[in-house]
């Protein structure tokens, strides 16, 4: 009998890496993080009376307490991204939950309306250098569908934390539970930071950074200016009835982007690394990605703005009452993720990011003709719940489905540069969109009008939806395959395959 012979040695058996054990509880501990960033970016607008009485705090200081926790945020977020390229997710995730939760107490001991702000501003650049790395983090551990089951949990939280904010402040300040007032909004976050760090430092995995990669000073700079200079005046325009200088400062930061855009160009072309990868803005799932985010986000937040002032300043309503006003929205968002999650994105690509904003705008129409049929007399937040409700299922389809399909397009080396980019452009577009939204609704308010400026936001919400419609089509029909996600071609793996029968026959 002939033997034989085998021309090449039999290939070792694939390499095959098992999903890590305890992946789900980095979802735990950045659901956690992002409960947290929500709760104090909402929360302390409830405060403003305690902090007058108890701290003397003028309008500006008030506005300075709300308004600079946003501005460092937005300012740090893309640098906050690449710190964690260079010196690992996991650590930078650690240092800035670790210093969030410092900042926490700081804020909730302040003597002083100036410590406040001082210590509201570091708060802010805490939560620069720890959001992204959250983001970061799940697209390093999850992938495919389970990265859709991801955001399917994670969109909701993104609308129940926002939500939340406002019932848990009022809550606390009107129960002022140990005579702590409105310190314990802030000391809430004590034991949500303790738990989630505590977790997070054992259970996230430790993977090394790359200390080859350089920061680019000069870019973050740059960015972090023009942020500073976007979301300052948008903070304050409103209360200050938009002098020149926030018209002149939303115009530098216009002029600073561009700056910035052709300052990463000159560094990647001097073979220098950019702030932000070159190869992401190539990337039309990204690049379109992120003006559907800023649409979103700004029609999303601005809109909850609008339904808690018309409940509070419309309707009289107290703080804690307003707060749960907004429940049939935060359960719409719920049940919309869910939908989303675990039955459509995977199935039917980027057509839920067509239907959610659709069914967005059929909430939007029942609540315009809510509104209209309403009795003052006895008004309740029953009488516009359904049209609240269907608007929120539609944007919680939106917010599980476009995060995974934004980061199943980044590259396993553009995931730091990818994470800032996306968390500044949400928290840039949520400025936006209060400032739009609260000039659109107090123009009309200040007549006494308060169910005209309604409408009027919901017109501005249509607009905003009709666009993000429009452009989900310029969006791929499905996400990238998970292979593909991890820098493996089609005809990589086609070749291989191909290698592996040749080999075996």
């Not at 690449?82 to 997710?89: H, N, S, T, V």
């Not at 389809?397 to 553009?414: N, R, T």
Request: neutral net charge.
């Amino acid at each position: 009998m002939e033997v034989l012979r085998v021309r090449n040695p039999p290939l070792a058996p694939e390499e095959t890496t098992a999903p890590y054990r305890w992946r789900w509880l980095i979802l735990v501990v950045m659901i956690a993080a992002e409960i947290m960033d929500l709760l104090d970016a909402s929360i302390v607008n409830v405060a403003g009376p305690a902090l007058e009485e108890s701290l003397g705090a003028g309008s500006v200081g008030l506005q300075w307490v709300i308004g600079g926790y946003a501005l460092t945020l937005g300012a740090g977020l893309v640098l906050g991204g690449r710190l964690g390229d260079r010196y690992g997710r996991r650590r930078m995730f650690l240092i800035g939950l670790a210093a969030f939760t410092a900042c926490s107490l700081l804020c909730a001991i302040a003597p002083t309306i100036e410590s406040l702000i001082v210590f509201r501003l570091l708060q802010g650049t805490a939560g620069a250098m720890l959001l992204p790395q959250g983001l970061g983090l799940l697209r390093e551990n999850f992938s495919g569908p389970e990265l859709t089951k991801v955001f399917a949990i994670f969109g909701p939280v993104l609308g129940l934390g926002g939500i939340i904010g406002p019932v848990l402040g009022g809550f606390l300040i009107e129960g002022d539970f140990f005579g702590l007032g409105w310190r314990s909004v802030f000391l809430i976050n004590l034991p949500v930071g303790l738990a989630a760090l505590i977790i997070a430092a054992k259970f996230v995995p430790r993977k090394a950074g790359d200390r080859a990669v350089r920061i680019d000073t000069v870019g973050a700079v740059l960015v972090a200016a023009s942020c500073a200079l976007l979301v300052l005046p948008l903070n304050q325009g409103q209360e200050d009835d938009w002098p020149l200088w926030t018209w002149l400062c939303m115009s530098a930061s216009v002029i600073g982007f561009a700056l910035f855009a052709v300052q990463q160009r000159r560094t990647a072309a001097a073979g220098r690394e950019p702030l932000v990868r070159a190869g992401l803005l190539r990337k039309s799932a990204f690049t379109v990605g992120l003006g559907g985010i800023a649409l979103f986000f700004g029609g999303l937040i601005g809109t909850q703005l609008v339904l808690t002032l018309y409940l509070q300043i419309g309707r009289h309503f107290t703080a804690g009452d307003a707060g749960l006003g907004n429940l049939p929205l935060a359960v719409g968002t719920a049940i919309g993720g869910a939908v989303s999650g675990a039955f459509l994105a995977d199935r039917i690509g980027r057509r839920v990011l067509q239907i959610g904003p659709l069914v967005q705008l059929l909430g939007t129409t029942v609540l315009w003709f809510e509104l209209d049929g309403l009795d003052t007399a006895s008004f309740s937040i029953w009488d516009i719940a359904p049209g609240v409700a269907v608007a929120g299922i539609g944007a919680g389809m939106v917010i599980a489905a476009l995060f995974s399909f934004i980061l199943a397009a980044v590259d396993d080396d553009e995931i730091g540069s990818a994470s800032g980019v996306l968390s500044a452009v949400q928290a840039v577009g949520g400025s936006i969109g209060v400032a739009i939204f609260g000039s659109v609704f107090f123009a009309q308010a200040e007549t006494g009008d308060f169910t005209g400026g309604f409408h009027r936001a919901l017109i501005v919400q249509a607009c905003l939806l009709a666009a993000f419609f429009a452009i989900t089509f310029l969006l791929p029909r499905k996400g990238r395959p998970e292979e593909e996600q991890h820098g493996v071609t089609p005809e990589a793996t086609t070749c291989d395959s191909d290698t592996k029968q040749q080999l075996t026959t």
